[in-house]
């Protein structure tokens, strides 16, 4: 760490930069309140997907209640062929968006398959949505914690550290000058006071 220069120089320097980190700590504490609320926003709707998750697991069980026989063969009746993404911007973050969901059902003889593949096919069709959106939304949790935690960090730089630090050398150098100056008064007048002797003297 450089050591502080004692100097009128020193103190403008300190002085403009105490004045910046005093403009710009609004702003980045003003972002920092939105990513808390956009975070807060995100993880609503991630709670939410899961709670709706749970919901369309227990309504198929109700409704289909066959499927715990282990002999029904289901699997890979709805694949998901197409996932395209895209991204927002929000608040500086740049957050993953669904753009795009394709699903292939495998073809099947409504005379040979149970009755209820239908309403089986709709019911894998929404969880499988269900699933890629909590994973998206889950992905844009992080983005914004992570974007928080960062402007968290620069806002207690600014507040706690460089701000206290630059008004404490202020504090110092002023404390130096004014020291620096009472001395050379009293040196002045001492010299003064010595001249008069001389001069009464001689």
Not at 7 to 33: E, G, M, V, W
Not at 178 to 184: F, I
């Amino acid at each position: 760490m450089a050591r502080l220069a004692y100097s009128k120089a020193s103190l403008s320097n300190i002085s403009a930069k105490l004045k910046r980190y005093k403009q710009f700590l609004p702003s980045l504490d003003l972002k920092r309140q939105q990513l808390a609320a956009e975070r807060k926003k995100a993880q609503l709707k991630f709670t939410a997907t899961e709670l709706e998750i749970q919901d369309c697991y227990k309504r198929t069980a109700e409704m289909l209640p066959m499927l715990a026989d282990k002999t029904i063969h289901v699997k890979n009746l709805v694949q998901v062929t197409e996932v395209e993404m895209t991204e927002e911007n929000v608040v500086g973050v740049h957050l993953p968006c669904l753009k795009k969901l394709n699903m292939d059902v495998q073809s099947y003889s409504l005379f040979t398959e149970p009755h209820w593949v239908d309403q089986l096919v709709v019911q894998l069709k929404t969880m499988m949505q269900l699933k890629i959106q909590h994973q998206i939304e889950e992905q844009r949790v992080a983005a914004l914690s992570e974007a928080l935690k960062k402007v968290t960090q620069r806002v207690n730089l600014f507040d706690k550290v460089l701000i206290p630090k630059a008004q404490q050398d202020i504090r110092k150098i002023r404390i130096y000058l004014s020291d620096l100056e009472r001395a050379g008064v009293v040196r002045a007048k001492s010299t003064k006071q010595k001249r008069l002797r001389l001069k009464e003297a001689s």
